[in-house]
């Protein structure tokens, strides 16, 4: 069992960054591929961007490509977004997410095991 705590959300303002963190709780954090998601008001939960158990893949959605980065510290058992040059419709609550199937699975939301709580993230104007 591994339980998400999100960290770092925040008010920011457009062009501005952030760095969210997801800390897990529970043995087996390094079998797990990890990854973000976020909700806006009134949407969909939608895929941000994942990277797999040993940190080497990562898959990103293609409206935060080359703005958004994610790393993993095993040691620390963290998962990290990093997110610069926000934009307002970047405003969301943020996810994160972990399973132990393939990398696939995670992007396409078949393959989650475990949910953080979220955290909101505002990008004023």
Known sequence: QVQ????????????G????SCAA????FTSYNMG????APGKEREFVIAIN???GTTYYADSVKGRFTISRDNYK????LQMN????????????????GTIETITKRTGIDHWGTGTLVTVSS
């Open 36 to 39: 973000w998601f976020r909700q």
């Open 77 to 80: 058992k963290t998962v990290y």
């Open 85 to 100: 040059s926000l934009k307002p419709e970047d405003t969301a609550v943020y996810y994160c997410a972990a399973g132990d």
């Open 4 to 15: 998400l705590v999100e960290s770092g959300g925040g008010l920011v303002q457009a062009g």
């Open 25 to 28: 709780f529970g043995r087996t």
């Open 17 to 20: 960054s952030l760095r969210l």
């Open 53 to 55: 158990s040993n940190g």
